[in-house]
């Protein structure tokens, strides 16, 4: 069985707490408003293929959002896309990854997170560094499913569906 590194062990669990921070009701605005997040699913795309050794390479992902409850109640959906880098395996990865969410009152909201993942699991935090929540914190978290899982063992996971959660709490 292959073990993962102390460090990538660390940086998913951190990850995965900062997520659960982002998203946990009381880490909400102080007006006591709840979870503020949006729900979502989409594609993500990987190169080089994804297989059991860790290498390096680049993600690409592009997601639907909605049902939304945000600060700002003109917000019920948008749509999240973005690129990140990193060092990946079907078992576990790490990276950084820019994104952009483009909501349906017409705004935006650009950031940063770092994440991580653990098998299908995902789990990120960072920041939204411009335009609608700038300076809130930002959380992902939620399942990748490989279109052809068997591709880990040979040629390598090209693509994937993804759902996810994301979380924007005070910054």
């Not at 880490?27 to 997040?37: I, W």
């Not at 592009?62 to 945000?70: H, K, V």
């Amino acid at each position: 069985m292959r073990r993962m590194s102390a460090f990538a062990a660390a940086v998913i669990v951190g990850a995965a707490c900062a997520t659960v921070g982002a998203a946990r009701p009381g880490a909400a605005r102080a007006e006591g408003q709840g979870f503020q997040g949006c729900y979502g699913f989409g594609r993500v795309a990987m190169a080089p293929g994804v297989t059991m050794s860790p290498q390096d390479g680049t993600v690409h992902f592009t997601q639907n959002l909605g049902p939304c409850r945000l600060s700002d109640p003109g917000i019920l959906s948008g749509t999240l896309t973005g690129t990140g880098q990193g060092r990946f395996s079907c078992a576990a990865g790490q990276g950084t990854a820019r994104f952009l969410a483009r909501w349906e009152n017409g705004r935006t909201s650009a950031g940063t997170f770092s994440f991580g993942t653990l098998g299908s699991h995902l789990a990120g935090h960072g920041t939204v560094t411009e335009g609608e929540f700038a300076g809130d914190h930002f959380g992902i978290g939620g399942e990748l499913d490989p279109s052809h899982p068997s591709a880990c063992a040979s040629g390598g996971v090209t693509e994937a569906t993804s759902y996810e959660s994301i979380g924007v709490s005070p910054g």
